[in-house]
């Protein structure tokens, strides 16, 4: 069964750090891989999807990377600001089709001003 | 917009009592699921549909149920069969295929009195 462990579960750092989130995986057998945002009491919102054929994707200041064959992922944070503070949830496609996503636990990240 | 629609935003179950969760998405979207989040816990998959009238059990089904009579509705219903059914309930949404981004709605608080 697929297994999802985000290191480190929580991180504080000051404003202006470059930074760096860690997702592993048990299964390298995936489709693809998504990193999630989550502010307090709100839903999900979607940052990267890595497809397993791509190594890396980047959104503004975000970047991600993907080693399928060593099961790692990487969230790299540029210029963290105080609104980057939130917990950030790594999620692997292992099924194929659509039944589903399996879960990290979250790094619940503070970017102190 | 187009979006996820989840209601209501908070909800208060009595024991014994069945409640019923809203989801609806205006994203034409297949594939549709249900998680339940609980403190320091991942997202964990409860039910998924990837056409409508069909639909299958995920992870952690027991004491709850759904139907999918709507490509554009996904409801929930916890039933008192749920022990412990406190938690934050998450929709999502996706294309069907093997590299698709899931989407999700602003979640459901529901509390047991």
């Known amino acids: 069964k697929q297994e999802v462990t985000q290191i480190p579960a929580a991180l504080s750092v000051p404003e202006g750090e470059n930074l760096v989130l860690n997702c592993s995986f048990t299964d390298s057998a995936i489709y693809n891989l998504q990193w999630f945002r989550q502010d307090p009491g709100k839903g999900l919102t979607s940052l990267l999807l890595i497809q397993s054929s791509q190594r890396e994707q980047t959104s503004g200041r975000l970047n991600a990377s993907l080693d399928k064959s060593s099961g790692r992922s990487t969230l790299y944070i540029a210029a963290s600001q105080p609104g980057d503070s939130a917990t950030y949830l790594c999620a692997v496609n292992s099924g194929g089709g659509a039944d589903g996503l399996t879960f990290g636990k979250g790094t619940h990240l503070i970017i102190q001003p | 917009d187009g979006g996820i629609t989840q209601s209501p935003k908070y909800l208060f179950r009595k024991e014994g009592q069945n409640v019923t969760l809203s989801c609806e998405q205006n994203?034409?979207?297949?594939?549709m699921y249900w998680y339940r989040q609980d403190p320091g816990q991942g997202l964990r998959l409860i039910y998924y549909s990837q056409i409508v009238n069909d639909f299958q059990k995920g992870d952690i089904a027991e004491g709850y149920s759904v139907s999918r009579e709507k490509k554009e509705s996904f409801p929930l219903t916890v039933t008192s069969a749920q022990k412990n059914p406190t938690a934050f309930y998450l929709c999502?949404?996706?294309?069907?295929?093997?590299?698709?981004?899931?989407?999700f709605g602003q979640g459901t608080r529901l509390t047991v009195v």
């Open positions: 994203l034409n979207h297949d594939a």
């Open positions: 999502a949404s996706s294309r069907t295929g093997v590299n698709t981004e899931a989407f």
